[in-house]
């Protein structure tokens, strides 16, 4: 099993919806990451977070540390939110990161 | 403009021939990271260096060798002895691996390695 879960793997949306994308972990850690990976492959830093909520425009990510759970809520989604998004988790033990498979967003007009 | 470059972008070698992916990085941080990204997986850590003249292995380290000369650069050589070369390779950097200061890893563009 791997230590990060994403869900879904593949999530095709119509402009405006609210989109969730679900992150579960098993390990101990210290904070999470939400990446985004354009088409191109680049990556960005969505947000870090080590418990609550962070906002940033549309954007909304959620951690539950007794739960082991995250989320990435996208609002009023847009084609240009096309893209895969990646949780990664920073292991409190050793430090190392461990990175889910990804859930590929497609958003159509 | 501080970031993270790789080059090139894509790069397309003859199976049995070593090949060096280049990644450069501007923003002073101390620590590099080399990561490959296969179809369904997650980014898998292949070396990092905390430091310049010092690196580390990570969970795929066979058939890849890596340098720290500068501290700016992070060069990674595929050699013939990695069995399944032909992936996604990603540089990452950030101020320090360690400690509370949960740091952010910048990346680069990525560099789509082919085999033939």
């Known amino acids: 099993k791997n230590e990060v879960e994403q869900s879904p793997q593949n999530l095709t949306a119509q402009e405006g919806e609210f989109i969730t994308i679900n992150c579960s972990y098993s390990v101990g850690i210290s904070a999470l990451h939400w990446l985004q990976q354009h088409p191109g492959g680049g990556i960005v830093s969505l947000f870090m977070?080590?418990?609550g909520k962070k906002k940033h425009g549309r954007l909304i990510a959620t951690i539950n540390i007794q739960e082991k759970h995250s989320s990435l809520h996208i609002t009023a989604s847009h084609p240009r939110d096309s893209a895969v998004y990646i949780c990664a988790v920073r292991n409190n033990n050793n430090n190392d990161m461990r990175f889910g498979a990804g859930t590929r967003l497609t958003v159509k007009p | 403009d501080g970031g993270i470059t790789q080059s090139p972008k894509y790069l397309f070698r003859k199976e049995g021939q070593n090949v060096t992916l280049s990644c450069e990085q501007n923003?002073?941080?101390?620590?590099m990271y080399w990561y490959r990204q296969d179809p369904g997986q997650g980014l898998r850590l292949i070396y990092y260096?905390?430091?310049?003249?010092?690196?580390q292995k990570g969970d795929i380290a066979e058939g890849y060798s890596v340098s720290r000369e500068k501290k700016e650069s992070f060069p990674l050589t595929v050699t013939s002895a990695q069995k399944n070369p032909t992936a996604f390779y990603l540089c990452?950097?950030?101020?320090?691996?360690?400690?509370?200061?949960?740091?952010?890893?910048?990346f680069g563009p990525g560099t789509r390695l082919t085999v033939l």
């Open positions: 977070l080590s418990s």
């Open positions: 923003l002073n941080h101390d620590a």
């Open positions: 990452a950097s950030s101020r320090t691996t360690g400690g509370y200061l949960y740091n952010e890893q910048f």
């Open positions: 260096s905390q430091i310049v003249n010092d690196f």
